[in-house]
């Protein structure tokens, strides 16, 4: 597991990896929640109030740590906060996206009906 100062460059490698570069504004939200809250393990342990308490920048970081496997939110973060999680896995595993999606049209699922399985699978897998 990485220390709580690796988590930020694995962060921005990640974001360069899928062509965005990483800004500091972006930045900001995984550093804060570095230097706030720590290790994914103590997100997930503090209160539903606390968690969707923090600014966007640092939502958006933990969305890529949800995406990433690295957090395990609970049901309760999903229903409330509704984070993108499809877009944001879509964007860091682009090929098992694109073989979800082709697998989906091959079998005639309509368009939205394979957004909508894949946004679900996103935010079910553990």
């Given at each position: 597991?990485?220390?709580r100062?690796t988590?930020?460059?694995?962060?921005e490698?990640?974001?360069?990896?899928?062509?965005?570069?990483?800004?500091?504004t972006?930045?900001?939200?995984a550093?804060?929640?570095?230097?706030?809250?720590?290790?994914?393990q103590?997100?997930a342990?503090?209160?539903?109030?606390?968690?969707?308490?923090v600014?966007?920048?640092v939502?958006?970081?933990?969305a890529?740590?949800?995406a990433t496997?690295?957090?395990?939110?609970?049901?309760?973060?999903?229903?409330?906060?509704?984070p993108?999680?499809?877009?944001?896995?879509?964007?860091?595993s682009?090929?098992?996206?694109a073989?979800?999606i082709?697998?989906?049209?091959?079998?005639?699922?309509p368009?939205?009906?394979?957004?909508?399985?894949?946004?679900?699978?996103?935010?079910?897998?553990?």
């Amino acid at each position: 597991m990485a220390t709580r100062w690796t988590w930020s460059p694995l962060y921005e490698n990640d974001l360069w990896d899928i062509g965005q570069a990483p800004e500091q504004t972006v930045l900001w939200g995984a550093r804060w929640f570095l230097v706030h809250v720590g290790e994914p393990q103590a997100f997930a342990a503090l209160p539903l109030d606390e968690q969707l308490a923090v600014r966007n920048s640092v939502h958006r970081f933990i969305a890529w740590l949800i995406a990433t496997r690295r957090l395990q939110p609970s049901a309760d973060y999903l229903v409330v906060r509704r984070p993108r999680l499809g877009i944001s896995l879509s964007r860091h595993s682009p090929v098992f996206h694109a073989l979800f999606i082709n697998t989906a049209a091959t079998l005639e699922f309509p368009v939205k009906t394979a957004q909508a399985q894949w946004a679900a699978l996103a935010r079910s897998a553990p």
